[in-house]
Every structure is written in C-alpha cells, then in structure tokens.
C-alpha cells in the first residue's frame, strides 16, 4: 500500500504530466494545556509523525483543481469564483486562497493534490495540517515571501473565516514551528515560544483513538469560547485590567464568578487552573520528573471531563482503563472534545501488553474496537520534493 507521499506524486503525475513541488506538514499532539488557547494561555504542543500532503504545481490561468487522493473525489473553481464547498475538504485549501486574495498577494491558479495519514475526528488537528502544507506550498510556489509565523496565522484565520471554527493559533503553530525531540511552550497572546527538550528515555506516546467522531465538537467549541468571554466581562468589571481569562487568578474566579451560572463559573475555572498547571508541568519536565508531568496529564483529564464538559463516556472509560495500569504514567483526553483520542505516556516495555489490555477493556464494555497510534515527535512543515 503506498504511502501519503508517493500516493500524491504518483496521482499527479498521472493526472496533470507534471513533476510537482511536494510539501508536507504534521498533525499534531498536545501534552497539556487544552481550551487555554483561544483564552491566551498557555500551550504544550508537539508536531508528530502524521501529516497531511501536497503535490502541487502552477497554472496560467486562474483556475485551482483539486484532487483528494484519498477520497478518489476532484473539484474545480477559481480565484475569481470560488465558495464554500458543501463537500467539506476543499474549503481547509479555499480559506487559504482566501486568506492570500484577502492580503492582496499576487498568485495566479494552480493543480494540487492532497492525502494524509493524520486519522480524521482523533484530534490530532488534520484540519490545520492541511491548511498550513496548503499556505507553506503556495508561498514556495509564488515566492510570497511569507515567514513561519505570517503561515500559521494565515492558516488560522482562514479557518476562523472561511471554515468557521473559532479555533486558537496552536494546532497551526504546532504544525509549522514543530521541532523533533521536542515540545513547544507557547504563549497564545504574545506568541513567544520555547523548545522544551521530550526526550523521554523508554517512554512512548500512545494515542488510544476512541473512534467516536466528534460531531458535537466545532459547535460546542464556539459555545465554550463564548462562555469563557462572559466570564472575563464579569471579572472585568471588578479587574479592567484583566483581558482574557489567562490574566485571571483563581481567586478572581471564586470571588467574581461564584454567582454566575455553573457553566461560566466551572468553564473559567478549569482554564485557569489548566493555565497554571502548564507551567508546573514544565518545570516538572525540565527537572525530569516525568511522574509529576503525567499527574498532570490525569487532573487535566477531570478537569475538561467535569468543569469544561467537552469528554465523553468512551473517552472518560478509556481513561479509568490507564489509571490500572503501573506502566502508564499519565493519560487524558486530547483535542476539542466528545470524542477523538486520549494521549498517554507509556513505559516502553510494556507497551504491547498494556496495549492490549486497553483494547480489550474497551471493547468488553462498549462492544467496538478503538485504534492506537504510536506516535514520535517530529519537524514541522516541510518541501519534500
């Protein structure tokens, strides 16, 4: 079976008798610091070892034709005539073209094809890795002279307007600035970042994939986003100063927000405490402790579960599974939520056995099968060919 790689050269070739410039750029993981980003917190972002392809090559003329390897599914339009396309896929490559169109960035058409092998609905944000291998090959391609950064925003706003997921910089950030080796610490408001180094010593990162879609997931993403504002318009008006929720203390959430409906109070609760809890776990990496890191991993779990109700019951029972297991230092969910995957931390050398053992409880008590994903820490967007 061909791999994403040659799967798209090959596709185009065929299609177009073109050699093509191929760029691929990841999915990612996220250790900790989940919801923090669209409030301005804090992040703990790794690009992995799953990514979203394309091969692509200029045209005369303004019209763009798409392939989705894939899907076995093609669309044509145009710079001048292009909308948002019910079929889903074509619009996270068209909120790209509308982002540069909207910059006033001199490209003409072009042919592309794209595949991946980030698993759709795990949240490992396939979305953002298509997007930015879309920004970071048309800025080859046209010499746009766009930097890492101008990429990842650009990719980030064309899915807040185009797409309409009023997502964070992180899944964008993650998938262009990605570092083998290492996790990035990123500060979502001022945008400074740090390498954390994440080499971890006969210890692998397991994504347990639920294989529940999350179709609730960019509605219920907007609702928190909108939540977590109300809180900071109440906390406002006793601290001006306090702009987003990161700029809040937990004692200004008990104080100002304690007669607040349950949904305000809990949602800001929860991402000021995830807030603070990143920057114990870095410390917590940097000294090498990688039990208190993974405790971590397990309170953020009950937090998005419980105060910020973005789990699920097969993702909250995959996680009750790792805490029997000694060889598992730390799990909870990853990604929007109501479905996707839990991240875990797991001892090498017992991986297959508690593999296993996970896959069998799972199905013994929901009657499905889930996948796992052992996944490395790797470079960011990158041209292949």
Known sequence: MKNSHELVLETFKEK???????????????????????NM?????????????????????????????DMDDEIETSLSNYSFSEKGWPNYVICIVDQLLKANKQIKGFNAVISGDVPLGAGMSSSAALECAVAFALNELYNLELSKMDIAKIAQKGENEFVGVKCGIMDQFASVFGKKGHV????????????????????????FDSMVKHSLASSEYNVRSSQCQEGVSIIQQKYPEVKFLRDATIEMVEECLHDASPDIYNRCKYVVE??????????????????????????????????????????????????????????????????GCVISLVKEEHLDEVIKRVKEAYFNKLNKGMNVYISQIEDGTRILA
């Open 184 to 207: 990035i610490k990123l500060d979502c408001r001022s945008l400074e970042y740090e390498y954390v180094p994440f080499e971890l010593k006969g210890i692998k990162i397991v994504l």
């Open 274 to 339: 995830e807030n603070n809890r990143l920057l114990a776990a870095c410390a917590d990496l940097e000294a090498g402790n990688i039990e208190a890191f993974g405790q971590k991993m397990y309170q953020t779990h009950t937090g998005l579960s419980e105060l910020y109700e973005v789990s699920c019951p097969e993702l909250d029972f995959i996680v009750s599974c790792t805490k029997k297991e000694e060889a598992i230092l730390g799990a909870r969910m990853m990604g929007g939520g109501f479905g």
């Open 41 to 69: 917190g804090f992040v703990l972002p790794a690009a992995v070892n799953k990514a979203a392809y394309i091969a692509i090559s200029k045209r005369d003329d303004d019209k763009i034709v798409l392939v989705a390897a």
């Open 16 to 38: 177009f008798n073109k050699q093509p410039l191929v760029v691929c750029s990841p999915g990612r993981v996220n250790l900790i610091g989940e919801h923090t980003d669209y």
